[in-house]
């Protein structure tokens, strides 16, 4: 257990993964059209369910994680059921253990964002906010969330924000990774409204590899778990340079995006190489008025899980102080998936005022508290 | 040579040798000074690019586009500017100073015409001058 004496600050775990236990918890946030759709409630097809193309398949990754158990096999509640469906046991099982001021959720189902039945995923990111809010911010106050939007239709997008982006335990919009870049003008009136509400833009690895919508990793398909994994830093690289070539931070200068499960040992050369390309080729983005490094620290931040280990530890120290990344990291435990880090251990190298900052002061100033 | 005030007067050419688009260089006390007219303005700068140091003569002369406004692209100093042949940076021929920013910027000379001479005026006496030969594709 981590007690208060290990640390100086209180803490703020920016990456918590509730699950639905079955899409039949749904049911009470979806008109039938969708119940229908999706085959849930009464609409269940039984027998059919197994043909091919034969009822709904949810979209999830066809990158299967190989490993035999691939969640925290220490953290099933008591019931037997999956990691992270049970609030109570979730609250125990890592807020209390990690004395967490704030968990924020952030929903594991968000690889509808790159379905192709764009009115079906808006409706489902709706009822899963729902659900995310009674089901489990109410049931505990050091629990937030972020809240869904469907990326590929902005009106729709916006009206979600609109309906529910002022209750104060909603902390961020989870807009998920599709294959449009983040800079692109189709974002912006999502963009515009998260500034006016002061809501910072979560991505988060989900819907990469998914969907007909998802994003490309990089040259092509990968060829396993293993490469889609390691892959998805190029992803969060290729957003960043969006964002800001495309002069997103110039339109919302108050405008906060927050990379989460990405890494961030990439952004320094990322940094380089922008600004190095902005000197020669200003002209083409001249809507840029300082380099693109200064944007990227003054906008975008960074969870630090899955944390990356060097051969040296202290490496990472450095290549911190290369980015100047001391107010831009975001702790993530990412409770209860198995990539996820354990905060006594993960930061052993790290400086105590430096642990101040990612545990609780940078995710107080990144998120809506 | 004559030492005018503070400056000391060198002709470098006739006006006739840097007539529009037209390039010379010449070298004083070990540094090259390139020297360009351009819609009508003649110009003269330190032939070496603060970055990696290739000669600055070769670059294209364009206009760029001013800060702007996301996805506006506004046209301006039409010809005044300088890119280093090998990276692109921007240089401003009126002030030297970099488009991407003030704090960088290649050293520019008093250039005048008078009687239809080429005219430098320099801090420093020029005691080795030297008219040196290039090939410039870009030059008229």
Redesign the interface.
């Known amino acids: 257990m981590v007690t208060p004496s290990t640390r100086t600050s209180g803490l703020i775990d920016c990456d918590i993964h509730p699950v639905l236990s079955d899409f039949n918890e749904l049911v009470p946030y979806l008109d039938e059209s969708i119940q229908q759709y999706m085959n849930i409630g009464k609409f269940a097809k039984g027998a059919l369910a197994k043909q091919n193309s034969g009822s709904f398949k949810f979209p999830s990754s066809p990158y299967a994680n190989p490993l035999p158990v691939p969640l925290r096999a220490d953290a099933f509640p008591p019931n037997g059921d999956i990691p992270g469906s049970d609030p109570a046991f979730l609250a125990q099982d890592l807020l209390d253990r990690c004395n967490t001021t704030y968990g924020i959720l952030n929903i594991g189902h968000g690889t509808m964002a790159a379905f192709h039945n764009v009115e079906v995923a808006a409706k489902y990111t709706s009822a899963a906010n729902d659900w995310l809010y009674d089901k489990w911010v109410k049931s505990d106050p050091r629990y937030r969330m972020t809240m869904e939007v469907t990326p590929l239709d902005p009106a729709m997008a916006v009206k979600e924000i609109e309906r529910i982006g002022k209750r104060p335990e909603i902390v961020g919009i989870n807009l998920h990774c599709v294959n449009i870049p983040l800079g692109k ?1 189709h974002y912006w009136p999502i963009y515009e409204i998260a500034e006016a509400y002061n809501l910072p833009i979560v991505l988060h690895p989900d819907s990469e590899g998914t969907g007909e919508y998802a994003a490309t990793a990089g040259v092509g398909p990968a060829s396993t778990y293993m490469e889609w994994h390691t892959s998805l830093g190029l992803i969060g690289q290729r957003n960043v340079i969006s964002l800001v070539c ?3 931070f ?2 919302f200068p108050n405008l906060k995006v927050n990379f989460i499960e990405y890494g961030f040992s990439w952004v320094a050369p990322t940094m380089w190489r922008m600004d ?1 390309n ?7 983005v ?2 840029l ?1 300082m380099l693109p490094s200064e944007y990227i620290r003054r906008n975008i931040r960074f969870g630090t899980q899955p944390i990356e280990e060097p051969a040296r530890p202290k490496d990472l120290i450095e290549i911190i102080q290369m980015i100047g990344a001391e107010h831009m990291l975001l702790f993530c435990s990412d409770y209860p998936h198995w990539d996820g880090d354990e905060i006594d251990r993960a930061f052993l190298h790290f400086p105590q005022d430096l642990k101040d900052k990612i545990f609780y002061h940078n995710p107080l100033e990144s998120f809506r508290f | 040579m004559v030492n005018t005030k503070e400056k000391h007067r060198l002709v470098v050419c006739s006006a006739e040798e840097l007539q529009e688009g037209n390039r010379q260089l010449i070298e004083v006390n070990g540094v090259e000074i390139g020297l360009i007219r351009a819609e009508g303005i003649i110009y003269a700068f330190r032939n070496s690019c603060p970055h990696q140091g290739v000669p600055m003569l070769y670059g294209s002369v364009v206009g760029t586009m001013l800060p702007s406004k996301p996805h506006e692209y506004v046209y301006a100093h039409h010809n005044e500017i300088i890119r280093c042949p090998l990276h692109g940076w921007e240089f401003n021929l009126k002030t030297g100073k970099a488009m991407f920013s003030p704090d960088v910027s290649i050293k520019t000379y008093e250039i005048k015409e008078e009687n239809g001479e080429i005219v430098l005026y320099l801090d420093k006496e020029p005691k080795q001058v030297t008219r040196k030969a290039f090939s410039c594709i870009l030059s008229s």
């Open positions: 003008r495309d002069g997103v110039e339109q190095k902005w000197k020669a080729l200003r002209h083409e001249p809507w008025k």
